[in-house]
Each structure stands twice: as structure tokens, then as C-alpha cells.
């Protein structure tokens, strides 16, 4: 239930090349498993790239495959590589990539040959800092469109299956199934919110790239508009730069049988949805934040979603309170003491035992990762108590960063209970402290 930042790619102005055939089982093979990491309700997986293992965040919301921060995977070639320009969600301009044809995509028992990718230059783009792993890539269509692919959120495996009347009968036992539309490579839902105290139906992007619970585009329709009680916040990070927009509560989102109540929506800002073609009547997104709280089939083929719900079904959705986004910056050496293991020896004027206390500690350095402030919203907590964009954390309520991981962080300020925040940060090397509170203003 923890999100530091959307990380979505809605569209790329650019024509896909869709008639080669998606991953494909070796022989008699029909079903894989997959273990996979949940960050931020964003799914990650290991796949080889030309023999070169990278790792790439699962999107149903991208048609296509992507490749950045490939830095330290320089041993990784592409054929046939040749320059384009990105566009996507944003308030900039189209970033400079490459498209590569004829790469070969493989992982436990199943590959694609003869894929396209793109590659995007700009060192700028990089997922890892928000996320605190590291992250090469997208995948999307190509990883769903020929067999049955259930996502097992709280088993944290992917499970493929061969697209047979057998492993289908199997799901189909287990799962409500809900209807589907697969449109320009991207899966689609008709459902409902319910906000402002009036029931409105949507067509919503499916999109576990997104790890907000539901996006609205109050531009594409006058039903849909944003409650009276909101804040401004960034909303993540496309290719054509941030998104913004505002955040609120509302009354409920339904799809079928199930359906969750005050929960948050995200309305992105019209400057940031400028370069996206959307498909027909499309009014938003639903992302990670609800899907997580099911395990999963996806099939593309017979247009069909499989749905069961899991333990995290009936949790509280919450959001950060604090109104700061945290980014790793960079690692640093930090010197930590360790036990030192003591040897026990006999005494000859004792009955009890003794121990050799020569030593009880030594010291150990570590490489560990520095958290560093990405943004403050406007009028938060962080922001009245004074914090700025570039601050450096290095403690929070007294406990040094370097024990906690990026989602660790995440997760104290998106608490449920109004609590006390006490940060320490290096700022223009000097330290200073705050103290606020988070408050929930929705």
C-alpha cells in the first residue's frame, strides 16, 4: 500500500510493429512460474535481453517495449538500431530514443524472437531513484497478448499459462470473469465511480504501471469533475516530463461485484495529458493501487479479465500525508559497529564461566543509499514546516535512513493515524531539523 510515485507511460507517437508473434513456451511446456518484487504496488520482473539479464517494470498501460538507464549494461547489443522521438505523458517535449529490431526476449521457459525495442537516451529518465531498485525497462502487450498471465499479488509469482482449454477450465473455476476490451494493444474496463454524490460511468485503462488506484480526466467529460475538497500534487513522471494535477477523495468505485469506498483519485492536469491519443470515450485509469488487491488473469485473446480477491481487499486506501516525494541519490559509506563473537573460557578461580572481553565490537563499513527530497507540495505539512526540494534526510524520528529501504520511508508517511514527524537534513552541508505533522486533509 505504498506509492512514492506514478511511474506511467500512456503512449508513444510512434508506429508499433505488432505482426510478429508475443513470448512462446518451449516444447512441452505449459505453464511457468515466476517469482516477481512489489514496489509501490508496481510489478518487477527478470527478463533477458540478447542473453543479458535486465530488469523491467509489468505495464498493461504500454503497448510497447522500452529500455533505459542501461548504463551499467553496456554488454548489451541491439541490432538494427535507429533514432526517433518519444512522447507520452508530460508537460515538456518528446525525449530522443532509439528503436532496435530482431532482439530476443527470454525468461524460464519462454522467449519472443524478432522484438522491437526502444531505447531512451536521456540519462535523466530513470525509474531506480524512485523506486529504489534497479530498473532497465517497460514491458507491456508482447508479454500478455498469446497465453494467460495471472499476477498472484499475494504470493508475489507470476503464473503463465498456455492458452488451452485445460489451464483455462482451471481458471475459469476459480476466478469471476469480467469482461473486457483490448484496444490499440492496451486493456480497457467499463465500470463506475461515484464522486460529487452522482454515479457516472467510465471506460478505464487498465494500467498496473500506475500505482495510484484511479485516474479521471475531468477534461473528457462534464460529469466528471473534481471535489471541492483537494490538494495539487505531482502525480509522477512521463516521457515528456512530470505530471501534475490534484488528488481527492471519492465516494466509491465499482467494477461489477466488487466495489471500494472513499477511496483516492488522482485528476491529472489537461497540460499533462496533451500528448496522449486516446482511444474512444476513455475517462481515465485503474491502477495498481485497486488491482493488487486481487489475484489477476489477463486474457488479452478471449477479452476477458479473471478476478479473485485477496487479503489485501478490504485495506484503508491512504495516501502521503507529509507532501514530500523521496528519491534515492546516489550511495555513501556508512561506518556501523558489529558484535564481535566472544569466546567462552574457563575459569580456574571460578565456578562460573568466563568470556574473553578483549574486543565486543568492530567496525564495518557499508555501502548504503542516500534519500534525498524530490518534491514538496505546495501548503503540506513538509512545506509549512519548511523543507525544500534537495534536502538530504538523515534521520527520521531519530532512526538513521540508511536502515530503511525507499518503500520503508514511503510508508511512514503514508500512515493511517495522525502521527508526529521529526526529520533531520543536510542542506548546503548544513544540518538542520523539522518537525510536523501528518494530517489527513481529505
Not at 70 to 89: C, H, P, Q, S, Y
Not at 270 to 277: C, D, L, M, N
Not at 360 to 380: L, T, W
Amino acid at each position: 500500500m505504498i506509492k512514492v510515485v506514478v511511474l506511467i507511460f500512456i503512449s508513444i507517437f510512434i508506429t508499433p510493429v505488432f505482426a510478429q508473434k508475443g513470448f512462446q513456451f518451449d516444447a512441452d511446456v505449459t505453464k511457468i512460474k515466476i517469482p516477481f518484487k512489489i514496489i509501490n504496488n508496481l510489478v518487477f520482473v527478470p527478463i533477458k535481453v540478447n542473453g543479458i539479464e535486465l530488469n523491467f517494470l509489468l505495464d498493461t498501460g504500454v503497448s510497447e517495449t522500452i529500455l533505459f538507464s542501461l548504463d551499467d549494461k553496456k554488454e548489451v547489443r541491439f541490432f538494427n538500431a535507429e533514432k526517433i522521438m518519444l512522447k507520452g505523458l508530460g508537460n515538456q517535449t518528446a525525449v530522443e530514443g532509439l528503436k532496435s529490431t530482431s532482439n530476443t526476449l527470454e525468461f524460464s521457459g519462454l522467449q519472443i524472437k524478432n522484438h522491437m525495442l526502444y531505447i531512451v537516451l536521456d540519462p535523466d529518465f530513470n525509474l531506480s531513484s524512485h523506486v529504489g531498485i534497479p530498473v532497465n525497462g517497460i514491458i507491456g502487450y508482447q508479454f500478455f497478448r498469446d497465453n494467460l498471465v495471472e499476477i498472484n499479488y499475494s504470493r508475489k509469482k507470476i503464473v503463465v499459462y498456455k492458452d488451452i482449454p485445460k489451464n483455462r477450465k482451471k481458471i475459469e473455476k476459480k476466478f469471476s470473469t469480467i469482461p473486457i476490451s483490448i484496444e490499440k494493444f492496451k486493456p480497457y474496463l467499463l465500470s463506475k465511480v461515484t464522486l460529487n454524490d452522482q454515479e457516472i460511468p467510465v471506460k478505464l485503462l487498465i494500467d498496473i504501471g500506475n500505482s495510484d488506484a484511479v485516474w479521471l480526466f475531468d477534461d473528457r467529460s462534464k460529469l466528471v469533475k473534481v471535489p471541492a475538497k483537494n490538494f495539487n500534487d505531482f502525480l509522477g513522471k512521463g516521457f515528456s516530463g512530470d505530471i501534475e494535477g490534484k488528488r481527492a477523495r471519492i465516494e466509491k468505485f465499482q467494477m461489477e461485484k466488487f466495489e471500494f469506498k472513499n477511496l483516492m483519485a488522482a485528476f491529472p492536469d489537461s497540460i499533462s495529458t496533451k500528448h496522449v491519443t486516446m482511444v474512444p470515450d476513455r475517462m481515465g485509469s485503474v491502477g495498481g493501487e485497486i488491482i493488487k488487491r486481487f489475484d489477476v488473469v489477463f486474457d488479452y485473446h478471449n477479452q476477458n479479465l479473471y478476478l479473485k480477491k485477496n487479503k489485501a481487499y478490504s485495506d484503508l486506501f491512504t495516501y502521503n500525508k507529509s507532501g514530500v516525494d523521496i528519491q534515492h541519490n546516489g550511495l555513501q559509506w556508512v561506518q556501523e559497529t558489529v558484535p564481535v563473537e566472544t569466546i567462552k573460557v574457563n575459569s580456574q578461580f571460578s565456578e562460573n564461566s568466563a568470556y574473553n572481553t578483549k574486543a565486543d565490537f568492530k567496525y564495518k563499513f557499508q555501502v548504503k543509499p542516500v534519500y534525498q527530497i524530490a518534491y514538496v507540495r505546495e501548503n503540506s505539512p513538509a512545506a509549512t514546516a519548511g523543507l525544500k526540494k534537495g534536502d538530504i534526510i538523515i534521520k527520521i524520528n531519530n532512526a538513521t535512513t540508511h536502515k530503511y529501504s525507499l518503500q520503508n520511508i514511503n510508508s511512514i508517511f503514508r500512515s493511517e493515524n495522525t502521527r508526529w514527524i521529526i526529520l533531520e537534513v543536510e542542506r548546503n552541508n548544513v544540518i538542520l531539523n523539522f518537525k510536523f505533522e501528518l494530517n489527513d486533509v481529505l
